[in-house]
């Protein structure tokens, strides 16, 4: 069965830092681009980034970029969120995804994690 | 930035009946790299549609997809009560890939 389980959420302050990380099982993680998208308290979805199959090509949305990097480890069948400066507004579920496709461009998204929550506040 | 309005925001529908749910792009999206998304409450969203016609694998055919340029549609024959949710449009033509605000599809 094909499975994404999210970790690393939590309670962090404003300019701190924190990773997520998204296990993968059940298909051949190296033949797909992966992404993560967020979804804030009572909102709607937001694309955060992209990574092809090879993780040689990345893509940020502008709210992100800069300071999220987003990085895979074909060996170990995982994917990561490094976030660095966060802000309050980046309060959300972090969602991990599975595109349809190898390449980072054109991401959709036909499975995803469960979530793993990020709260920024003091 | 691609700007992807839905309408309405709100859809109220009894079982058994016919729900469009409209999508509108803020300029032409390339081939079509249009996606539909269906979200219940505290589940991750599940891809129904993309290439803005393309049913994804397991969906069934119900659920339909239409449009083209800057106009897409979902529409939703014959209303299951598992199908009441909140669906979303993406683009995936042009980064940053943008997503609908979402419709609520609410029972009457």
């Known amino acids: 069965e094909e499975q994404l389980l999210e970790s690393g959420g939590g309670l962090v302050q404003p300019g701190g830092s924190l990773r997520l990380s998204c296990a993968v099982s059940g298909f051949t993680f190296r033949t797909y681009a992966m992404g993560w998208v967020r979804q804030a308290p009572g909102k709607g979805l937001e694309w955060v980034s992209s990574i092809s199959g090879a993780g040689t090509a990345t893509d940020y949305g502008d709210s992100v970029k800069g300071r999220f990097t987003i990085s895979r480890d074909n060996s170990k069948n995982s994917l990561y969120l490094q976030m660095n400066s966060l802000r309050a507004e980046d309060t959300a579920v972090y969602y991990c995804?599975?595109?349809?496709?190898?390449?980072?461009?054109?991401?959709?998204?036909?499975?995803w994690g469960q979530g793993t929550l990020v709260t920024v506040s003091s | 930035e691609i700007v992807l309005t839905q309408s309405p925001g709100t859809l109220s529908l009894s079982p058994g009946e016919r729900a469009t749910l409209s999508c509108r792009a803020s300029?032409?999206?390339?081939?079509?790299?249009v996606a539909w998304y269906q979200q219940k409450p505290g589940q991750a969203p599940r891809l129904l549609i993309y290439a803005a016609s393309t049913r994804a694998t397991g969906i069934p055919d119900n659920f339909t997809g239409s449009g083209s340029g800057t106009d897409f549609t979902l529409t939703i024959a014959g209303l299951e009560p598992e199908d009441f949710a909140v669906y979303y449009c993406q683009q995936y033509g042009y980064s940053p890939y943008t997503f609908g605000q979402g419709t609520k599809l609410d029972m009457k």
């Open positions: 300029q032409s999206v390339d081939s079509d790299y």
């Open positions: 995804a599975k595109a349809k496709y190898g390449a980072a461009a054109r991401p959709v998204f036909d499975l």
